[in-house]
């Protein structure tokens, strides 16, 4: 039953919000999930997409739009519930009042959300800057080496001014200290070895070209995009929203270059510099590639670490669910989230895990 599938998916992005911190989220998931089941507004604005992969994250998208209605002050009813817009979020228990805006807003706006449906959900999430930055520290060999930085799946490349942020856990500081962004206990259960050296090494990192890729890349600076970027920010997660405020304003000021591209297309054309570090790296994007353009993806890679060596440096980062997870889809299960990186021909080592938002970050304890 094509309303069940659809159903379905909603229940497992409610049980994903409620592991990753958004109460507010997983209770309006579920009643959707009913809502869905019954034939109501939600079911209605959906009735195109009941054939949808869970990979397609049609869950995020619809709330993604209905949290732009709230912020662009089209629902107020909702709006009252939802943080993000200055409102009170209810206790999960108590949030018949916040489903029934909710359901009111997708029953005024279906010819709205249903354009904002066709959009893929980008949330460009600031914190999981910290594991690539990481990653970068313990990358860059040596002190003052430019690094050449190139991005898959850059939706708006905030990413790509990630040593503009700071970054702090218990024993480790990084990064400008008037940062507007301040990613906080980065790390649990100690800072690894590796990156208290790596951050001794590099009080700075000098990053010379700042280049990503995505299929539908958002200008953060118009008005448009950054509501976008907004909207898919949970409501009830206030410290995310800080952080992806402040990355707007360092993106205002730090320019970067994001292409409309594939992955692979994009890597087909970067080469190696001589006297310079190439990094690639990305973060949760692996899942939305079709394989065989990742399996053309791993050949470019493998193309630029055969090039690379002494005088030209070349590494990649990730920050992905582990292989055999990449599949899953948003909100199925709790996949084993870690941090590789691979130096030139070296094998891919495994250096942390972490949450999928990207704090608190752990040390991979295999590697002791």
């Known amino acids: 039953m094509p309303r069940e599938h659809v159903a379905e998916i909603?229940?497992?992005?409610?049980?994903?919000?409620?592991?990753?911190?958004?109460?507010?989220?997983?209770?309006?998931?579920?009643?959707?999930?009913?809502?869905?089941?019954?034939?109501?507004?939600?079911?209605?604005?959906?009735?195109?997409?009941?054939?949808?992969?869970?990979e397609d994250a049609l869950p995020l998208r619809l709330f993604g739009a209905v949290h732009a209605l709230a912020l662009t002050g089209r629902a107020p009813a909702l709006a009252a519930h939802y943080p993000s817009a200055g409102g009170q979020a209810p206790e999960p228990r108590h949030a018949d009042e916040a489903w029934a805006a909710f359901r009111e807003a997708v029953d005024a706006e279906r010819e709205w959300i249903a354009g904002w449906l066709e959009r893929p959900p980008q949330t460009n999430e600031v914190g999981r800057a910290s594991l690539l930055l990481a990653g970068l520290l313990y990358a860059v060999p040596t002190a003052q080496l430019p690094v050449r930085l190139f991005e898959l799946g850059s939706s708006a490349g905030l990413n790509l001014r990630a040593e503009q942020f700071r970054?702090?856990?218990?024993?480790?500081?990084?990064?400008?200290?008037?940062?507007?962004?301040?990613?906080?206990?980065?790390?649990?259960?100690?800072?690894?070895?590796?990156?208290?050296?790596?951050?001794?090494?590099?009080?700075?990192?000098?990053?010379?070209?700042?280049?990503?890729?995505?299929?539908?890349?958002?200008?953060?600076?118009?008005?448009?995009g950054s509501l976008a970027l907004r909207s898919y920010v949970w409501a009830d997660q206030p410290r995310r929203l800080k952080r992806l405020d402040g990355a707007l304003r360092?993106?205002?000021?730090?320019?970067?270059?994001?292409?409309?591209?594939?992955?692979?297309?994009?890597?087909?054309?970067?080469?190696?510099?001589?006297?310079?570090?190439?990094?690639?790296?990305h973060s949760i994007m692996r899942q939305y590639v079709p394989r065989e353009e990742?399996?053309?993806?791993?050949?470019?890679?493998?193309?630029?670490?055969?090039?690379?060596?002494?005088?030209?440096?070349?590494?990649?980062?990730?920050?992905?669910?582990r292989e055999d997870d990449a599949d899953t889809g948003p909100?199925?299960?709790?996949?084993?989230?870690?941090?590789?990186?691979?130096?030139?021909?070296?094998?891919?080592?495994?250096?942390?895990?972490?949450?999928?938002?990207?704090?608190?970050?752990r040390w991979w304890r295999a590697r002791e």
């Open 167 to 224: 970054y702090a856990a218990d024993g480790y500081a990084w990064g400008p200290v008037d940062s507007p962004v301040l990613l906080t206990d980065a790390w649990e259960g100690g800072v690894p070895d590796w990156l208290a050296a790596g951050a001794a090494r590099h009080q700075a990192l000098r990053i010379v070209e700042r280049r990503g890729c995505d299929p539908s890349p958002i200008d953060p600076l118009s008005a448009e």
């Open 331 to 361: 909100g199925a299960g709790e996949p084993d989230f870690r941090l590789t990186v691979r130096c030139g021909t070296g094998p891919e080592e495994v250096l942390a895990t972490a949450h999928p938002h990207g704090l608190p970050a």
């Open 250 to 281: 360092i993106a205002a000021k730090v320019p970067a270059t994001v292409e409309a591209a594939g992955a692979a297309e994009f890597l087909s054309g970067v080469e190696l510099e001589p006297g310079t570090l190439t990094v690639v790296w």
């Open 10 to 54: 909603f229940v497992r992005q409610a049980r994903a919000c409620e592991r990753l911190g958004s109460p507010l989220y997983a209770a309006l998931m579920a009643r959707a999930a009913g809502d869905v089941r019954d034939g109501g507004p939600c079911a209605r604005v959906l009735a195109g997409h009941v054939d949808t992969a869970a």
């Open 294 to 321: 990742w399996r053309a993806v791993r050949r470019e890679l493998d193309r630029l670490a055969a090039a690379s060596g002494p005088d030209a440096g070349f590494a990649v980062i990730a920050f992905e669910p």
